[in-house]
C-alpha cells in the first residue's frame, strides 16, 4: 500500500535520505524507527507530496507520488504531523467541521462523520469543547480525529504519541490498533521503541538517512545474528550448569537466575546453539527446557545502528 523505490532527498552535510526503498502492505502497521534526524520526517513528508525527491519513485497504492497525482493522493492519505496545528478560537465541533468541509464532504454528512471520527479517538465528550482549553493528549486525539475526517486508506502519523503521558500513550496505541482492525494501513514513526514493538506488524530501522533493515523484529534480528538470550532450566544442580558453560568463549553474562534457570548471552549465532545444548548435556547438566528470549526493539535498534556507525548527528 506505500511503497517507495530508490528515494532520495539531500539537504548537504550529509543529511537527507539515500536509496529509501519501505514496503508497506495493505491492511498493516509499519513502524518507523530512527533517532532525531535520521530523516524520518522527510520520507513522511515525500510520500504525502509536501516535499519533492531528488530522485527516486514514491507511491500509496497504485498511484505515483507526482504533482499531478497529488489530489488523488490527498484523499487517500491522512495525515498527522508531529505537533497537530489547531484553530484556538474555535470548538473541536468547529475545528472538525471546518476540515470536513476543506474534504468537501456534504454538510449533511458532516455531523456524523465527526461524532464517527471522534467516538474512533475516544473524544466523543470533547465535541463541544474549546480547543485552547485541550490538554495536549485531547489535542493530539482531536488531531488524531481530524485526520480521519475523509475517512482515508492510508495513515500517516509522526510521533502521534509525542509528548504524552503514560496513560495516554496507552490510549493512543489502543486507537491506533482499533484502526488496523478497520483495513487501515499505518506508517507510524515514533522514537518510543516500545510503543512500536507493541502494535507494530513490520518495523524499518532508519539511520543518516539509509534503511538498514526491514520486517518483523524476529526476521531482523535473525538476519543480524545478534548475541542470543539463552535460557536454560535444569533438573541437576544449577551452580555445575553455570561452571559448564562458563568454559565456553562464546558465552557471556552467565548468571543463576533462581534454583532451576540460567540464562546468559550467546554469541556463536543460532548455528551453534545447537552443539551448545549438546555440551550441556554431555557434562551432566540435565536440561529441561532450551530456549531463546525474544529480542526486544530496543536491543536491536542499539545492536543495527551501532553496526552503521552510531547516532545521527
Given at each position: 500500500?506505500?511503497?517507495?523505490?530508490?528515494?532520495?532527498?539531500?539537504?548537504?552535510?550529509?543529511?537527507?535520505?539515500?536509496?529509501?526503498?519501505l514496503?508497506?502492505?495493505?491492511?498493516?502497521?509499519?513502524?518507523?524507527?530512527?533517532?532525531?534526524?535520521?530523516?524520518?520526517?522527510?520520507?513522511?513528508?515525500?510520500?504525502?507530496?509536501?516535499l519533492?525527491?531528488?530522485?527516486?519513485?514514491?507511491?500509496?497504492?497504485?498511484?505515483?507520488?507526482?504533482?499531478?497525482?497529488?489530489?488523488?493522493?490527498?484523499?487517500?492519505?491522512?495525515?498527522?504531523?508531529?505537533?497537530?496545528?489547531?484553530?484556538?478560537?474555535?470548538?473541536?465541533?468547529?475545528?472538525?467541521?471546518?476540515?470536513?468541509?476543506?474534504?468537501?464532504?456534504?454538510?449533511?454528512?458532516?455531523?456524523?462523520?465527526?461524532?464517527?471520527?471522534?467516538?474512533?479517538?475516544?473524544?466523543?465528550?470533547?465535541?463541544?469543547?474549546?480547543?485552547?482549553?485541550?490538554?495536549?493528549g485531547?489535542?493530539?486525539?482531536?488531531?488524531?480525529?481530524?485526520?480521519?475526517?475523509?475517512?482515508p486508506?492510508?495513515?500517516?502519523?509522526?510521533e502521534?504519541?509525542?509528548?504524552?503521558?503514560?496513560?495516554?500513550?496507552?490510549?493512543?496505541?489502543?486507537t491506533?490498533?482499533?484502526?488496523?482492525?478497520l483495513?487501515?494501513?499505518?506508517?507510524?514513526?515514533?522514537?518510543?521503541?516500545?510503543?512500536?514493538?507493541?502494535?507494530?506488524?513490520?518495523?524499518?530501522?532508519?539511520?543518516?538517512?539509509?534503511?538498514?533493515?526491514?520486517?518483523?523484529?524476529?526476521?531482523?534480528?535473525?538476519?543480524?545474528?545478534?548475541?542470543?538470550?539463552?535460557?536454560?532450566?535444569?533438573?541437576?544442580?544449577?551452580?555445575?550448569?553455570?561452571?559448564v558453560?562458563?568454559?565456553?568463549?562464546?558465552?557471556?553474562?552467565?548468571?543463576?537466575?533462581?534454583?532451576?534457570?540460567?540464562?546468559?548471552?550467546?554469541?556463536?549465532?543460532?548455528?551453534?546453539?545447537?552443539?551448545?545444548?549438546?555440551?550441556?548435556?554431555?557434562?551432566?547438566?540435565?536440561?529441561?527446557?532450551?530456549?531463546?528470549?525474544?529480542?526486544?526493539?530496543?536491543?536491536?535498534?542499539?545492536?543495527?545502528?551501532?553496526?552503521?556507525?552510531?547516532?545521527?548527528?
Open positions: 500500500m506505500i511503497r517507495t523505490e530508490n528515494l532520495t532527498r539531500k539537504f548537504g552535510g550529509g543529511r537527507g535520505i539515500f536509496d529509501l526503498n514496503e508497506v502492505e495493505k491492511g498493516t502497521i509499519y513502524g518507523f524507527v530512527g533517532h532525531n534526524g535520521a530523516g524520518k520526517t522527510t520520507a513522511i513528508k515525500i510520500l504525502c507530496g509536501l519533492r525527491p531528488d530522485s527516486g519513485r514514491a507511491f500509496i497504492g497504485d498511484v505515483e507520488v507526482l504533482p499531478k497525482n497529488l489530489a488523488k493522493i490527498k484523499r487517500s492519505i491522512g495525515y498527522m504531523p508531529d505537533i497537530t496545528g489547531v484553530y484556538d478560537q474555535m470548538s473541536v465541533w468547529e475545528f472538525l467541521d471546518f476540515y470536513g468541509a476543506a474534504f468537501k464532504i456534504p454538510p449533511q454528512d458532516r455531523r456524523k462523520r465527526i461524532e464517527q471520527v471522534l467516538e474512533l479517538t475516544h473524544a466523543s465528550e470533547m465535541i463541544d469543547y474549546q480547543v485552547s482549553s485541550l490538554s495536549r485531547m489535542r493530539q486525539k482531536i488531531g488524531l480525529a481530524k485526520t480521519l475526517i475523509h475517512d486508506d492510508v495513515l500517516i502519523l509522526d502521534p504519541a509525542g509528548g504524552l503521558d503514560p496513560n495516554a500513550r496507552i490510549e493512543m496505541r489502543q491506533i490498533a482499533g484502526l488496523r482492525s483495513g487501515k494501513t499505518i506508517l507510524l514513526s515514533s522514537h518510543i521503541l516500545p510503543e512500536l514493538a507493541s502494535i507494530c506488524d513490520r518495523v524499518g530501522i532508519l539511520n543518516r538517512g539509509v534503511l538498514l533493515a526491514q520486517g518483523t523484529v524476529k526476521e531482523i534480528s535473525a538476519q543480524l545474528q545478534e548475541n542470543l538470550q539463552i535460557l536454560v532450566t535444569v533438573d541437576s544442580d544449577v551452580n555445575h550448569a553455570l561452571a558453560v562458563q568454559k565456553l568463549g562464546d558465552v557471556q553474562n552467565a548468571v543463576i537466575a533462581d534454583s532451576e534457570h540460567l540464562s546468559f548471552s550467546f554469541t556463536g549465532g543460532r548455528k551453534l546453539a545447537g552443539e551448545l545444548l549438546a555440551f550441556l548435556q554431555t557434562n551432566g547438566v540435565k536440561v529441561r527446557w532450551f530456549t531463546e528470549n525474544e529480542a526486544s526493539l530496543e536491543n536491536v535498534f542499539i545492536d543495527i545502528t551501532s553496526r552503521d556507525g552510531g547516532k545521527a548527528e
